[in-house]
């Protein structure tokens, strides 16, 4: 038998799918060194990544078997999985971040191995010791691995040892306030104030001078208790207008470690990314050597197997320095994947099991760019405030070679409260920068959502922007282009408000046609809806609701089954019909000779219209008795943001207030926020107690009211 190299085209002809392969008796099989069996996987995570790990399993006959809490019972994973476990209530601490429970899935499905996704137990020593106690393959490193590199102190002195250059910082064991503070003078500000362990830029806070140094550090404590149960702080140098530069390695069994090129992160909002790209625009060809020579470093130095990602600072002049090691599969890693042709998913099955790397570092091959933006629900115009709620309406570009949808979620599926809010990532491939970025904003136009605020239009704006199109990009990118990235909310066109109005008008005569075949009178005139009339042409007003403002329409029916619409004083003639393709509704239509066919989706009388211009959206007004009342009686109250739970309530009944001072600490979306006084004024009630749970939009205090000055 002879080990032979396969390179097969994709459809494009410009990617290559390489994977070592077996001749024998006339068949094609995949090599396999045979020192492990992994025939059933666990996968302990939940969401897209564990849709993710269950493809490839299937496609490589692995049974997979999913845990899942009790706000997962009915999610995407669940489904997939070829077994699914119950393992407890919403809250991670009680579920997907219980090793005991998971444990005893594993041994009680018969599980091989245990694939921990990102997040939750990825990074956890402590469970990757136990799975081995227990006979259980851990799909991951060496659980030493995850120890040296998950203390960011620790890891710095290895990586300086290494020859890895690092940044200059503390990383010391006194951790009072005192000596912290100290150390932030010594180096300099402004300051990185980082927690030990974890990652997702939780427990992260930048200190840009000794005034805000301690409120800093005491919130990102509190935030890394939180996230890691460990608040053990670092403090080192902050590099201003940086980039984020990561290298995605891998090792096996073996003593083979090879690196897939870098990855671009830095466009990020609150230290989490929105964007990545691979390869980093304008690095040279030298220095993304010297990158890859010194990630494979950082990872022969702590006898790394299978995947992990070395993140690096750079700077302005492309100088690099070791920021942090993610000793698991990174959320982005599709993009590198897709410019090298791999299933890192697939290498991290196999590598498991004992088999050597697929391919060595000189049989891997940069090809085309590939692009990632995260899909989150969120509204970026309130601080990328995190949401949670139904997806009323999903529709997504279609999948093919260069497009991937990698997601959790279905359309009428929740988006929860208690995990993050991330709903999907879209990952596209094309020959080069250009061609992938312009192949990304194409499909960030066909991903609609409707039933809760996302990022997409952000995104779209993000994307579009000249300095983005150019490789610009640092981690400063948002604040220092804020005004572009967040213009001033513009009307829909009257030209958009005809269309809505069409899109009502033939959702009526849908409703009246359904009626009259029900009514067993089809026929019946009082049945119709068409607006036809004996010598006289009908017309009607339709109010349309813009926000805070209310705009008119009077329409004509005109014989011929187009209509009139003047709309502020200006005249447009339409005509148009509903059509339905591959299970969505589109609106082809013309208004005053242009045509146009944007998506149309109707839900609870709002119009919502998707087109290549971007999105509308436009309501019928709600009656006034037919609109409740909200909170609870807080009238001059504050309202939570957010589904989440109250961390720390830091005032009573009594309390007098300026407008600003916080009020109440929340957890949402493992997030920590802020609430803080609307104005000045004394607090008249507290509806929230520490570790309660308070839904979006309820009352969290309460003020005296204001009494009429006299005159």
């Not at 790397?357 to 933006?373: K, N, R, T, V, Y």
Request: proline share 5%; glycine share 8%; charged share 25%.
């Amino acid at each position: 038998m002879a080990a032979i190299l396969l390179k097969v085209p994709t459809l494009q002809g410009l990617k290559i799918f390489q994977q070592k392969l077996v001749w024998t008796k006339g068949s094609v099989r995949l090599a396999s060194a045979g020192q492990g069996r992994i025939e059933k996987v666990l996968i302990a995570n939940r969401g897209e990544i564990a849709c993710r790990v269950m493809r490839t399993a299937k496609k490589m006959g692995v049974r997979s078997v999913a845990v899942y809490s009790e706000a997962d019972r009915h999610s995407m994973h669940v489904a997939m999985a070829d077994e699914a476990y119950h393992i407890g209530p919403a809250a991670s601490q009680q579920s997907y971040l219980s090793m005991e429970k998971v444990l005893e899935v594993a041994k009680a499905s018969g599980s091989h191995a245990v694939h921990p996704g990102y997040g939750f137990l990825s990074e956890n020593t402590e469970f990757a010791e136990a799975c081995k106690q227990e006979g259980i393959i851990f799909i991951g490193p060496p659980s030493s691995a995850i120890r040296d590199m998950g203390i960011k102190s620790t890891s710095k002195y290895i990586m300086s040892a290494a020859g890895v250059p690092i940044i200059e910082g503390y990383h010391g064991e006194d951790q009072s306030d005192e000596k912290l503070q100290a150390e932030a003078v010594r180096i300099g500000y402004p300051v990185m104030i980082k927690a030990v362990r974890g990652g997702g830029g939780k427990g992260m806070r930048i200190a840009r001078s000794g005034a805000d140094f301690l409120e800093q550090l005491e919130s990102a404590r509190r935030e890394a208790r939180k996230s890691f149960n460990d608040d053990v702080m670092l403090v080192e140098k902050f590099v201003e207008d940086p980039r984020h530069v990561e290298v995605q390695v891998f090792g096996d069994q073996h003593g083979n470690v090879v690196y897939l090129f870098e990855r671009d992160c830095s466009v990020q909002r609150r230290h989490q990314k929105i964007i990545e790209e691979a390869p980093g625009p304008g690095i040279s060809p030298e220095v993304r050597r010297r990158l890859g020579e010194a990630a494979v470093k950082a990872a022969q130095a702590v006898n790394y197997v299978g995947a992990g990602t070395v993140e690096f600072i750079m700077d302005a002049q492309h100088n690099f320095y070791f920021m942090e090691m993610n000793t698991r599969l990174q959320v982005e890693h599709p993009v590198s994947e897709m410019i090298t042709g791999t299933d890192l998913v697939e290498w991290q099955l196999r590598v498991a099991a004992g088999e050597r790397l697929p391919l060595l570092q000189d049989d891997i091959e940069l090809m085309g760019h590939s692009f990632e933006a995260r899909i989150y629900a969120e509204d970026p115009d309130n601080d990328f405030m995190p949401g949670a709620g139904p997806l009323l309406h999903l529709s997504t570009p279609q999948a093919d070679d260069c497009t991937r949808i990698e997601t959790g979620v279905r359309e009428g599926d929740e988006v929860s409260a208690h995990y993050d809010p991330m709903i999907a990532k879209l990952v596209v491939w094309g020959e080069d920068r250009s061609a992938a970025l312009k192949k990304l904003r194409f499909c960030l136009r066909q991903y609609n959502i409707v039933g809760l605020s996302t990022n997409i239009d952000f995104l779209l704006s993000l994307s579009g922007h000249p300095e983005f199109e150019a490789g610009n990009v640092t981690t400063s990118f948002i604040p220092q282009h804020y005004a572009d990235l967040f213009p001033a909310p513009r009307a829909p066109s009257r030209a958009t408000l005809c269309q809505a109005a069409l899109g009502l008008i033939l959702r009526e005569r849908a409703h009246t046609r359904d009626f009259a075949h029900a009514s067993g009178d089809p026929f019946s005139p009082f049945a119709s809806s068409s607006g036809r009339r004996l010598n006289i042409l009908y017309s009607r007003k339709m109010t349309l609701q813009l926000g805070d403002k209310k705009v008119e329409l009077v329409v004509t029916y005109k014989p011929d089954g187009t209509f009139s619409m003047e709309v502020e004083g200006q005249l447009f003639h339409v005509k148009g019909e509903v059509e339905t393709e591959g299970g969505a509704t589109f609106l082809h239509c013309s208004v005053d000779g242009v045509k146009s066919r944007p998506k149309l989706v109707i839900l609870d009388n709002t119009v919502h219209l998707f087109s290549m211009e971007g999105s509308a959206q436009v309501s019928l007004p709600v009656p006034k008795h037919l609109v409740g009342v909200s909170g609870s009686g807080a009238q001059g109250g504050t309202l939570a943001p957010m589904t989440g739970t109250i961390e720390k309530v830091l005032v009573k009944a009594g309390d007098k207030v300026e407008a600003g001072d916080p009020l109440m600490m929340m957890i949402a979306m493992k997030m920590e926020h802020t609430i803080r006084a609307p104005k000045a004024g004394v607090i008249k009630k507290v509806f929230f107690k520490e570790g309660s749970q308070a839904n979006r939009h309820a009352a969290l205090v309460e003020f005296e009211q204001e009494e009429d000055s006299e005159e």
